[in-house]
């Protein structure tokens, strides 16, 4: 009806008169707010920063106020956040928005945030000597994500199995003097190769054996 034209029409014995027209202007009843689209979890590596958007119908002027872990985020006050840089005490963080107008107000599910920490090698593999026949350890320690994994690497090349923080060789030979051992650790925020640490072989000692014994002799005086 928002538009409609009135007029009243007015008769009597001398005659009809119209009246001006009058409009009649309907405005839609305001309708409160309510979210179309949530805010989504987010997984980002520490440094990295986080961004959390929410969709969101009804009678404009709408307001938005976020909060982290239900404490309200001075100046967060858009249809969308992003978080400063991130650290790992950021991780778990559960970010929600309150949404008004004048009709009412509407809160969002909350969206958990994933903060990964890079893997850190805090104990490097220390080079070891043996004896041949023996067998050597090698060893890494590293802080990081959960799920961390390991792969040792003999020269190089990636020794199949070697997938725990520690490494024992087979028993050695002398032709595994020199050799040198790494591992790559790796979590869902990357990997990282520690130090190589070199083998030495040394040769078992001997005792001395005769393998030709003196022979007798003739001689002429």
Known sequence: DSGAQFTVVVTDSTGTVTSDAATLTVTAAPLAP??????????VTAGQMATFTVTVSGTSPLSYQWRKNGAIINGATGSSYTTP????????????????????????????????????????????????????????????????????????VNISGATAAAYTTPVTTTADNGVLFSAVVTSSAGSVTSNTATLTVTAVP???????QPANRTVTA
């Not at 309510?34 to 997984?43: D, E, K, L, V």
């Not at 220390?126 to 961390?148: H, R």
């Not at 001997?206 to 030709?212: D, F, G, N, Y």
């Open 85 to 156: 840089a991130t650290t790992s005490a950021d991780n778990g963080a559960q970010y929600s928005v309150i949404v008004l107008n004048a009709v009412g107000s509407v809160t969002s599910n909350a969206a958990a945030l994933t903060v990964n920490t890079p893997v850190t090698i805090t104990g490097q593999p220390v080079s070891q000597s043996v004896a041949a026949g023996q067998t050597a350890s090698f060893s890494v320690t590293a802080t990081g994500s959960s799920s961390i994994t390991y792969q040792w690497r003999k020269n190089g």
């Open 206 to 212: 001997v005792a001395p054996s005769i393998t030709t």
């Open 34 to 43: 309510s979210i179309t689209t949530q805010p989504a979890s987010r997984t």
